[in-house]
């Protein structure tokens, strides 16, 4: 059974740890990297499908499969599929973003078997009729109430996207358009579920205790005669290279102004993402950060202040969040915020400093693959948006290579006013009845086009997946 797997890459992983890459006659993809210092793995599905692989009028239908994924199969009743995991003891989730859905199940070592009969099963026997599917949408439409029409938070993620990206699909959120995960027919669900969860659509990861020759028979059991499916192709729309400041603004039933800063920034694979990485960890990766430490604690100006580079396959957003104190408005924040990029470009930042933020970042990095789920999950994305699970050793020296010129050049080619998109909550006014709740793009509709981000009032996928 082992001879129908080819064998095409490997590398190490962490210290000790080397994963694997076999392809199977059908397409299927499957990562192993055996780990025995406890007796659990960690089992995880990937598709390359997430929500920039959707349609304009279809949006949300990534993530209403990391829903429906759940359900009943042609050989499993409702609920079925938690029962059986939670009998062992172990755990199973998914997630969705812009590049990919998952679907993870921990587990101990011994019911191995049993979560790769679980995960073949649901690739290929789902059953989707109206009842179920309703009921899912019905979930969907609830999360997304709840996530972005009652969340001040979810709103500024989603109008970020939405007025930043006016033809890549970045644009919409991952959770959808309500008006679209309403809409989404039958026919096109099925349809949906026959193109992208195909074995030559997908990877399977697994890191812990286990044999690796028995585990690629006992995957090719479940998977061998599961045809591959003809997958569309993925067109690639570039974003225009923006020439203006954007901004959004709107009041909402908040104490203080909250503001996001969305700066275009390059891909994860592009050789700039570590500078700007580093960049990011410099103005507000830790109590002492410059943003962090001059807003924060001495200008007491603002309550709190994030700043995250988001891990796209695409070019995407270096983001800065911040929640003003009481008595600041959003627009001091900003002003704060330009002089001190002016001061990192007149005066690059000392090695020490650079050194601190190189350490910091890559603490964070090799910390998130201390077990063996962050494992999986880390070989799982690098697989699936870059294309190669060994890219996560290169950003890893990339990191590790960035230098002051680095971080200096990155600052002045990146974080400049007119490739930024601004977002802004500001407090209701208690006397004005007919404020505009869904937001007003102050300036937004420049000359890019931005009248193609329409339904910019609903809720993005927040900084991380939905999960």
């Known amino acids: 059974m082992t001879m129908s797997w080819q064998l095409e890459a490997e590398a190490p992983i962490g210290r000790g740890v080397i994963a694997k890459r076999y392809r199977l006659s059908n397409g299927l993809g499957l990562i192993s990297a055996v780990d025995k210092r406890a007796p659990i793995v960690a089992l995880q599905t990937w598709f390359r499908v997430g929500s920039r692989h959707e349609r304009p009028g279809a949006t949300g239908m990534a993530h209403l499969f990391e829903h429906l994924m759940f359900g009943q199969t042609e050989s499993m009743p409702p609920g079925e599929f938690d029962r059986l995991v939670e009998r062992t003891g172990g755990e199973s989730n998914a997630a969705t973003w812009v590049d990919w859905t998952y679907y993870k199940l921990s587990l101990p070592a011994r019911d191995l078997a049993l979560g790769v009969r679980l995960e073949a099963e649901r690739m290929q026997h789902l059953v989707l009729e109206h009842a179920p599917v309703e009921a899912e949408r019905d979930v969907v439409t609830n999360e997304r109430r709840e996530r972005v029409e009652d969340d001040v938070d979810g709103w500024l993620d989603e109008q970020l996207m939405a007025h930043a ?177 002016a001061s990192l470009v007149e005066t690059p930042p000392t090695a020490a400093e650079v050194e601190k933020a190189k350490a910091l970042a890559e603490t964070d990095f090799w910390s998130a693959l201390a077990d063996v789920d962050g494992k999986a999950e880390a070989l799982g994305h690098y697989e699936t948006a870059l294309g190669d699970f060994r890219r996560l050793s290169a950003i890893a020296e990339r990191l590790t290579a960035v230098s002051v010129e680095d971080v200096a050049r990155a600052v002045r080619m990146y974080l400049v006013p007119s490739a930024r998109t601004i977002v802004i909550a500001e407090p209701e006014d208690p006397d004005t009845d007919d404020a505009d709740d869904e937001g007003d793009a102050d300036d937004a509709d420049d000359d890019e086009g931005d009248d193609d981000a329409t339904g910019a009032e609903d809720k993005a996928a927040a900084e991380g997946a939905v999960a």
């Not at 074995?199 to 286990?210: E, H």
């Not at 943003?291 to 100006?301: D, F, G, M, T, Y």
């Open 165 to 341: 990206f006016t033809v890549h699909p970045y644009r919409w959120p991952t959770i959808g358009w309500m008006e679209d995960i309403r809409a989404l027919a039958l026919p096109e669900i099925r349809a949906f579920y026959r193109t992208w969860y195909a074995p030559n659509n997908a990877t399977i990861v697994c890191v812990g205790d286990f044999d690796d020759e028995e585990l690629r028979e006992l995957i090719a059991k479940h998977y061998a005669h599961i045809p591959a499916a003809e997958l569309p192709i993925v067109i690639e729309n570039s974003e225009p290279v923006q020439q203006k400041e954007r901004v959004v603004r709107a009041p909402k039933p908040i104490a203080t102004d909250r503001l996001l800063v969305g700066y275009k920034a390059p891909g994860q694979d592009h050789p700039d993402w570590a500078a700007l990485e580093i960049v990011s960890t410099l103005l507000a990766g830790c109590p002492s950060a410059r943003l962090h430490r001059k807003l924060v604690i001495e200008q007491e100006a603002a309550s709190s202040v994030d700043a995250q580079l988001t891990p796209f396959r695409d070019p995407s957003l270096l983001r800065l969040a911040v929640t003003t104190a009481r008595g600041h408005r959003a627009d001091e924040i900003l002003a704060s915020i330009d002089r001190e990029i």
